[in-house]
């Protein structure tokens, strides 16, 4: 969304995609533990839960290296933006937007998905360094 033209949307409520998340292998290992994912305290969307379409993609993508997060996020309703919103809120896109995730379009190389809830994460496995952590046995 630019300053001044409307807001562009895609999906539908209820969409499930799956989708990848990298990180490093103490923050996989924190997921397992306590059996969610957080989101991070900054980024080019805000505090969020980044996600890309292809785990070659997430890793690229990602401060953190040496684990791979494949899960299914609800996207729902995603405002398209085409620019950095580093203040992006779970409370701005839910209220003021009337959506469930943000994707960064023609911002980055691939686009990339935030949500803000860890609710929205369902884990399907986890991976770390190439090996198989985690698996949930949902497909």
């Known amino acids: 969304m630019e300053p001044g033209s409307a807001p562009r949307y895609e999906g539908f409520p209820g969409r499930v995609v799956r989708m990848y998340h990298g990180t490093s292998p103490d923050s ?3 997921i397992i533990s306590n059996g969610r994912i957080l989101r991070g ?3 080019m969307l805000g505090p969020a839960i980044y996600f890309a379409d292809t785990a070659d993609s997430a890793v690229h993508k990602s401060e953190h290296r040496g684990a791979v997060v494949d899960a299914f996020v609800y996207l729902g309703v995603s405002l398209i933006v085409r620019r950095a919103r580093y203040h992006m809120t779970y409370t701005a896109v839910k209220t003021v937007y009337h959506c469930d995730s943000v994707k960064a379009e023609d911002v980055v190389s691939r686009p990339e998905y935030a949500v803000y ?4 994460v369902c884990v399907r496995e986890i991976q770390v360094n190439g090996l198989v952590e985690y698996t949930s046995g949902r497909d």
């Open 117 to 120: 809830n860890w609710a929205q």
């Open 28 to 30: 996989a290992r924190a």
């Open 41 to 43: 305290p900054k980024g």
